[in-house]
DNA sequence: TAAATAATCTAACACCGTTAAGCAAAGATA
DNA sequence: TATCTTTGCTTAACGGTGTTAGATTATTTA
């Protein structure tokens, strides 16, 4: 019975076009206008039937979550083999991490939980830009005046709130990292950052 | 006529009561359980009432993520006042940092656009965990033997990965830092790590 | 062709943010 | 004091959400 693999093929082509569907919308609306009627509008179909692909609309986001996952593997692999000495192919992978991030930004927001609504008015408010004033004078502080210009302060400044705000993250968005890695990460961070400008 | 200042005050007080019952639901259910309906219960009124105080949710929001700074602000500067130092004030305004985002991981959460819902079945599904291991393994592999555990190559793994995802995350939350910048950031981390574990 | 099965839809539930209309109590005005 | 106006608050509704149950239509099987 070929017909039994030709419905099974139908069955597959449904599934990849709700998730395809789906990224759609999310590049064309973002995350918060994914909704189960809009993928079935897309697809021709009507909502109640993506419920028989897919438990719910968390599992579609944790499919293409996981598409992410593998795409990101071959990039950095992909990456990795263009160099044959080890420290070439480290930077070159993490190059391919961050360029997967942007060239696939929706993606990336969806696998390390990545909001992008939020405080797109913080500079209009002083409250807001006072943290981050406070370090950016502290650090101007630290460095040398021969080497104290503005770009080299921000570079600093962003060195160190990268590393903090990555690793508080992290530890908000999966759960599996010691107290004591955290401590020495971060210590190692901030004397790293404070002995390089000095 | 001092019943109108009585007024005001209640009014002033209804205002708090609808940011302390915001902030209550979310610590107990998380933000994405926070509803007007649910406030409007909590504060024994109905939902339309909110609309008296706050244009919409995002006000609401809004205004915690100010009251969050005003809050990381104060801290920041009370570790400050602790030393004398610029190098140990700078150290101690990122540690007020780092505490203030787990003792108010909500407010966090909302000020920096951090999901939490996400990806926690991640060690689950192998195809999730390929990247890191690449990136653990190759780092593993250039660490000099006499060096190499597992907790050191923990370390550098997260020295990395947090800086670079910290970075990202920055740059997708708001958008106006530069091309040039990013690149030096992102640069001088990756070496500077590098370098340490060599 | 008739029965059984599969595919799909309609309708509904309970929730959401938000707005408009109405009611009841309080205050002001005559 | 009696009427008018303002205020505070509620009910009801709109259009949206994820999800499920039941009915309906189409296809396959006997």
Redesign the interface.
């Known amino acids: 019975m070929a017909s039994k693999e030709r419905i099974q093929r139908l069955k597959d082509d449904t599934r990849s076009n709700i998730l395809e569907a789906s990224i759609k919308i999310v590049k064309e609306e973002g995350w918060q206008a994914l909704s189960m009627r809009k993928i079935a509008d897309k697809i021709e179909y009507t909502a109640p039937i993506i419920y028989e692909y897919f438990a719910n609309k968390d599992a579609i ?2 499919e293409l ?2 598409q992410g ?2 795409q ?2 071959e990039l ?2 992909a990456a ?1 083999n263009k160099y044959t000495d ?2 070439e ?3 070159a ?3 391919a ?2 360029n997967f ?2 060239a696939e ?1 929706e993606l ?16 209009s ?1 002083p ?2 830009k ?2 981050s004033n ?2 950016w004078d ?2 101007a ?2 460095i040398p005046e021969e080497k104290r210009t503005d ?1 080299y302060v ?2 600093k400044y ?17 759960k ?2 010691s107290e004591e ?1 955290n401590r ?3 210590k ?5 950052i ?1 002995n ?1 400008m ?1």
Chains 1, 2 share one sequence.
């Open positions: 986001l944790n979550t996981r996952y593998v990101l593997g950095m692999e990795k080890p420290a192919q480290l930077e992978m993490w190059l991490y961050w991030a942007f930004k990336y927001q969806v696998m390390y939980g990545v909001e992008v609504n939020c405080c797109a008015f913080e500079n408010c409250d807001m006072a943290p406070m370090i502290k650090i502080e630290i770009e921000d570079r962003y060195s160190f709130w990268s590393v903090v705000h990555g690793l508080i993250s992290i530890n908000m968005t999966r599996f990292t890695l020495q990460v971060l190692d961070a901030i004397s790293g404070i390089s000095k």
